[in-house]
């Protein structure tokens, strides 16, 4: 006997024009429709038997669209993101729901939810309201999500959010990567890996997690800066139950030559990685705490990246310019940690660039000078680049007496 299953809506063409208002295609240029999709929902709601998906999607969006500082005060503004927030995520992984006793968070790894929103939401509802940068950013990646696990699937599921095939190449791209992170975690086993066995094991997975970014629709870029988050969300870099002072060298070893790989074949990997670290260093307020052990592997993850031999030909891909803006306007303890970082970097750099050259004889004090023998960077030279002949040392503003 067919099973009877009872909707808000009427068709199933009601619900593709709702998510064609909530995501509009990238090509539509008319009039902003979020608003009237907001209301279809709420009028659904009367009549009972809305996913929450759905419900969730219509309180971040109304959120969104209440985000005007001229006719709301900002208080109201993060309140509401907030409230919508923290009932999206409470929704989806409240312990009191049936089934075996978990916590949040165990729920949220269930289902591929990142962490990082278990922790926004608890932040949210037990202290101040998060600021509007880490808000506005949290409503858009939930948007996202739903996207991914929910409105993606109505043109195979029929009315969305049942399960989806098990092929990897009908799955959204954040569900493909989730589930393949979920298996380098879980799937490695006990045994020890010889080396050279080791390093086909994890050539084979960054060639896994590459294609899989290169089928997302926004084309493999958008699948690096998934991939950078989830990476980050589901504490594949950084174990949760660390303990402040651990060494992160098994990590690093873990790790290194997967991310390098993907970094040698596309170097807006290595960007995406670095800001997704530095933004939840420092924007996040789950990070803020001075004893926070994932605040400080994350710390120890931009060190190592700027500061590791095993990093010396992907380093300038960093953006350290970046990183050290957001570290100076968002000064928490462990972005303050990571600027003076940053700071020793630049200023040995420097030092590196402008060191004086010595001659063969390393008793000599003598500077080398320019010759024709190419002894200095033919590159540096092209742009303009070469060293004075004499130096005259004055302080600023003060003019040459000659």
């Known amino acids: 006997m067919a099973k009877v299953i009872f909707t808000a809506w009427k068709t199933k063409a009601q619900l593709l024009d709702v998510r064609s208002e909530f995501y509009p295609p990238s090509l539509y240029n008319g009039p902003d429709m979020r608003s009237h999709a907001c ?26 669209l209440h985000d005007d500082g001229q006719r709301n005060s900002i208080f109201s503004i993060r309140a509401t993101y907030s409230a919508a927030f923290c009932r999206f995520v409470t929704g989806l992984v409240d312990t009191k729901v049936t089934g075996p006793r978990r916590t949040m968070f165990q729920r949220a790894m269930d289902m591929g939810l990142p962490a990082s929103f278990v922790e926004l ?34 043109d195979l599921d029929g009315i969305g959010g049942a399960p989806r095939p098990a092929h990897d190449e009908n799955l959204p791209i954040a569900t493909a990567l989730s589930r393949k992170l979920h298996e380098i975690r879980h799937g490695s086993g006990s045994r020890p890996v010889l080396k050279k066995r080791k390093r086909e094991q994890e050539d084979a997975v960054a ?20 991939l950078a988050v989830l990476l980050l969300d589901s504490a594949m870099l950084v174990d949760s139950e660390r303990k402040l002072g651990d060494s992160m060298d098994a990590m690093f070893e873990k790790w290194d030559l997967v991310l390098q790989k993907m970094a040698d074949g596309h170097s807006s990997f290595l960007l995406f990685l670095s800001e997704e670290l530095v933004h939840k260093l420092a924007l996040d307020p789950s990070t803020e705490s001075l004893e926070n052990t994932v605040a400080e592997g994350i710390f120890l993850w931009l060190e190592h990246l700027l500061t590791s031999p095993a990093w010396e030909s992907q380093r300038h891909f960093l953006p350290q310019g970046y990183l050290l803006a957001v570290c100076n306007d968002h000064p928490t303890h462990w972005a303050k940690m990571l600027g003076k970082r940053l700071k020793l970097q630049q200023q040995g750099t420097a030092a590196a660039v ?9 008793s000599s004090k003598k500077r080398a000078q320019p010759d024709s023998t190419g002894r200095f960077s033919k590159r540096l030279q092209e742009h303009g680049w070469g060293l004075a002949a004499q130096w005259e040392s004055r302080p600023l503003g003060v003019t040459s007496s000659h």
Do not use: F
């Open 39 to 64: 209301a279809t929902v709420e009028a659904w709601k009367l009549r009972g038997n809305v996913p929450h998906h759905v419900e969730a999607t219509a309180l971040l969006t109304d959120a969104i």
């Open 121 to 154: 939401r608890h932040e949210a509802t037990h202290r101040e309201p998060p600021s509007l940068v880490v808000l506005r950013k949290a409503a858009q990646r939930s948007l996202e999500w739903l996207w991914d696990n929910y409105w993606a699937s109505i």
């Open 207 to 226: 060639g896994q997690l590459l294609e899989i970014c290169s089928a997302s629709e926004g084309g493999i870029s958008a699948g690096l800066a998934k």
């Open 354 to 362: 402008s060191a004086p050259q010595m001659t063969a004889n390393p």
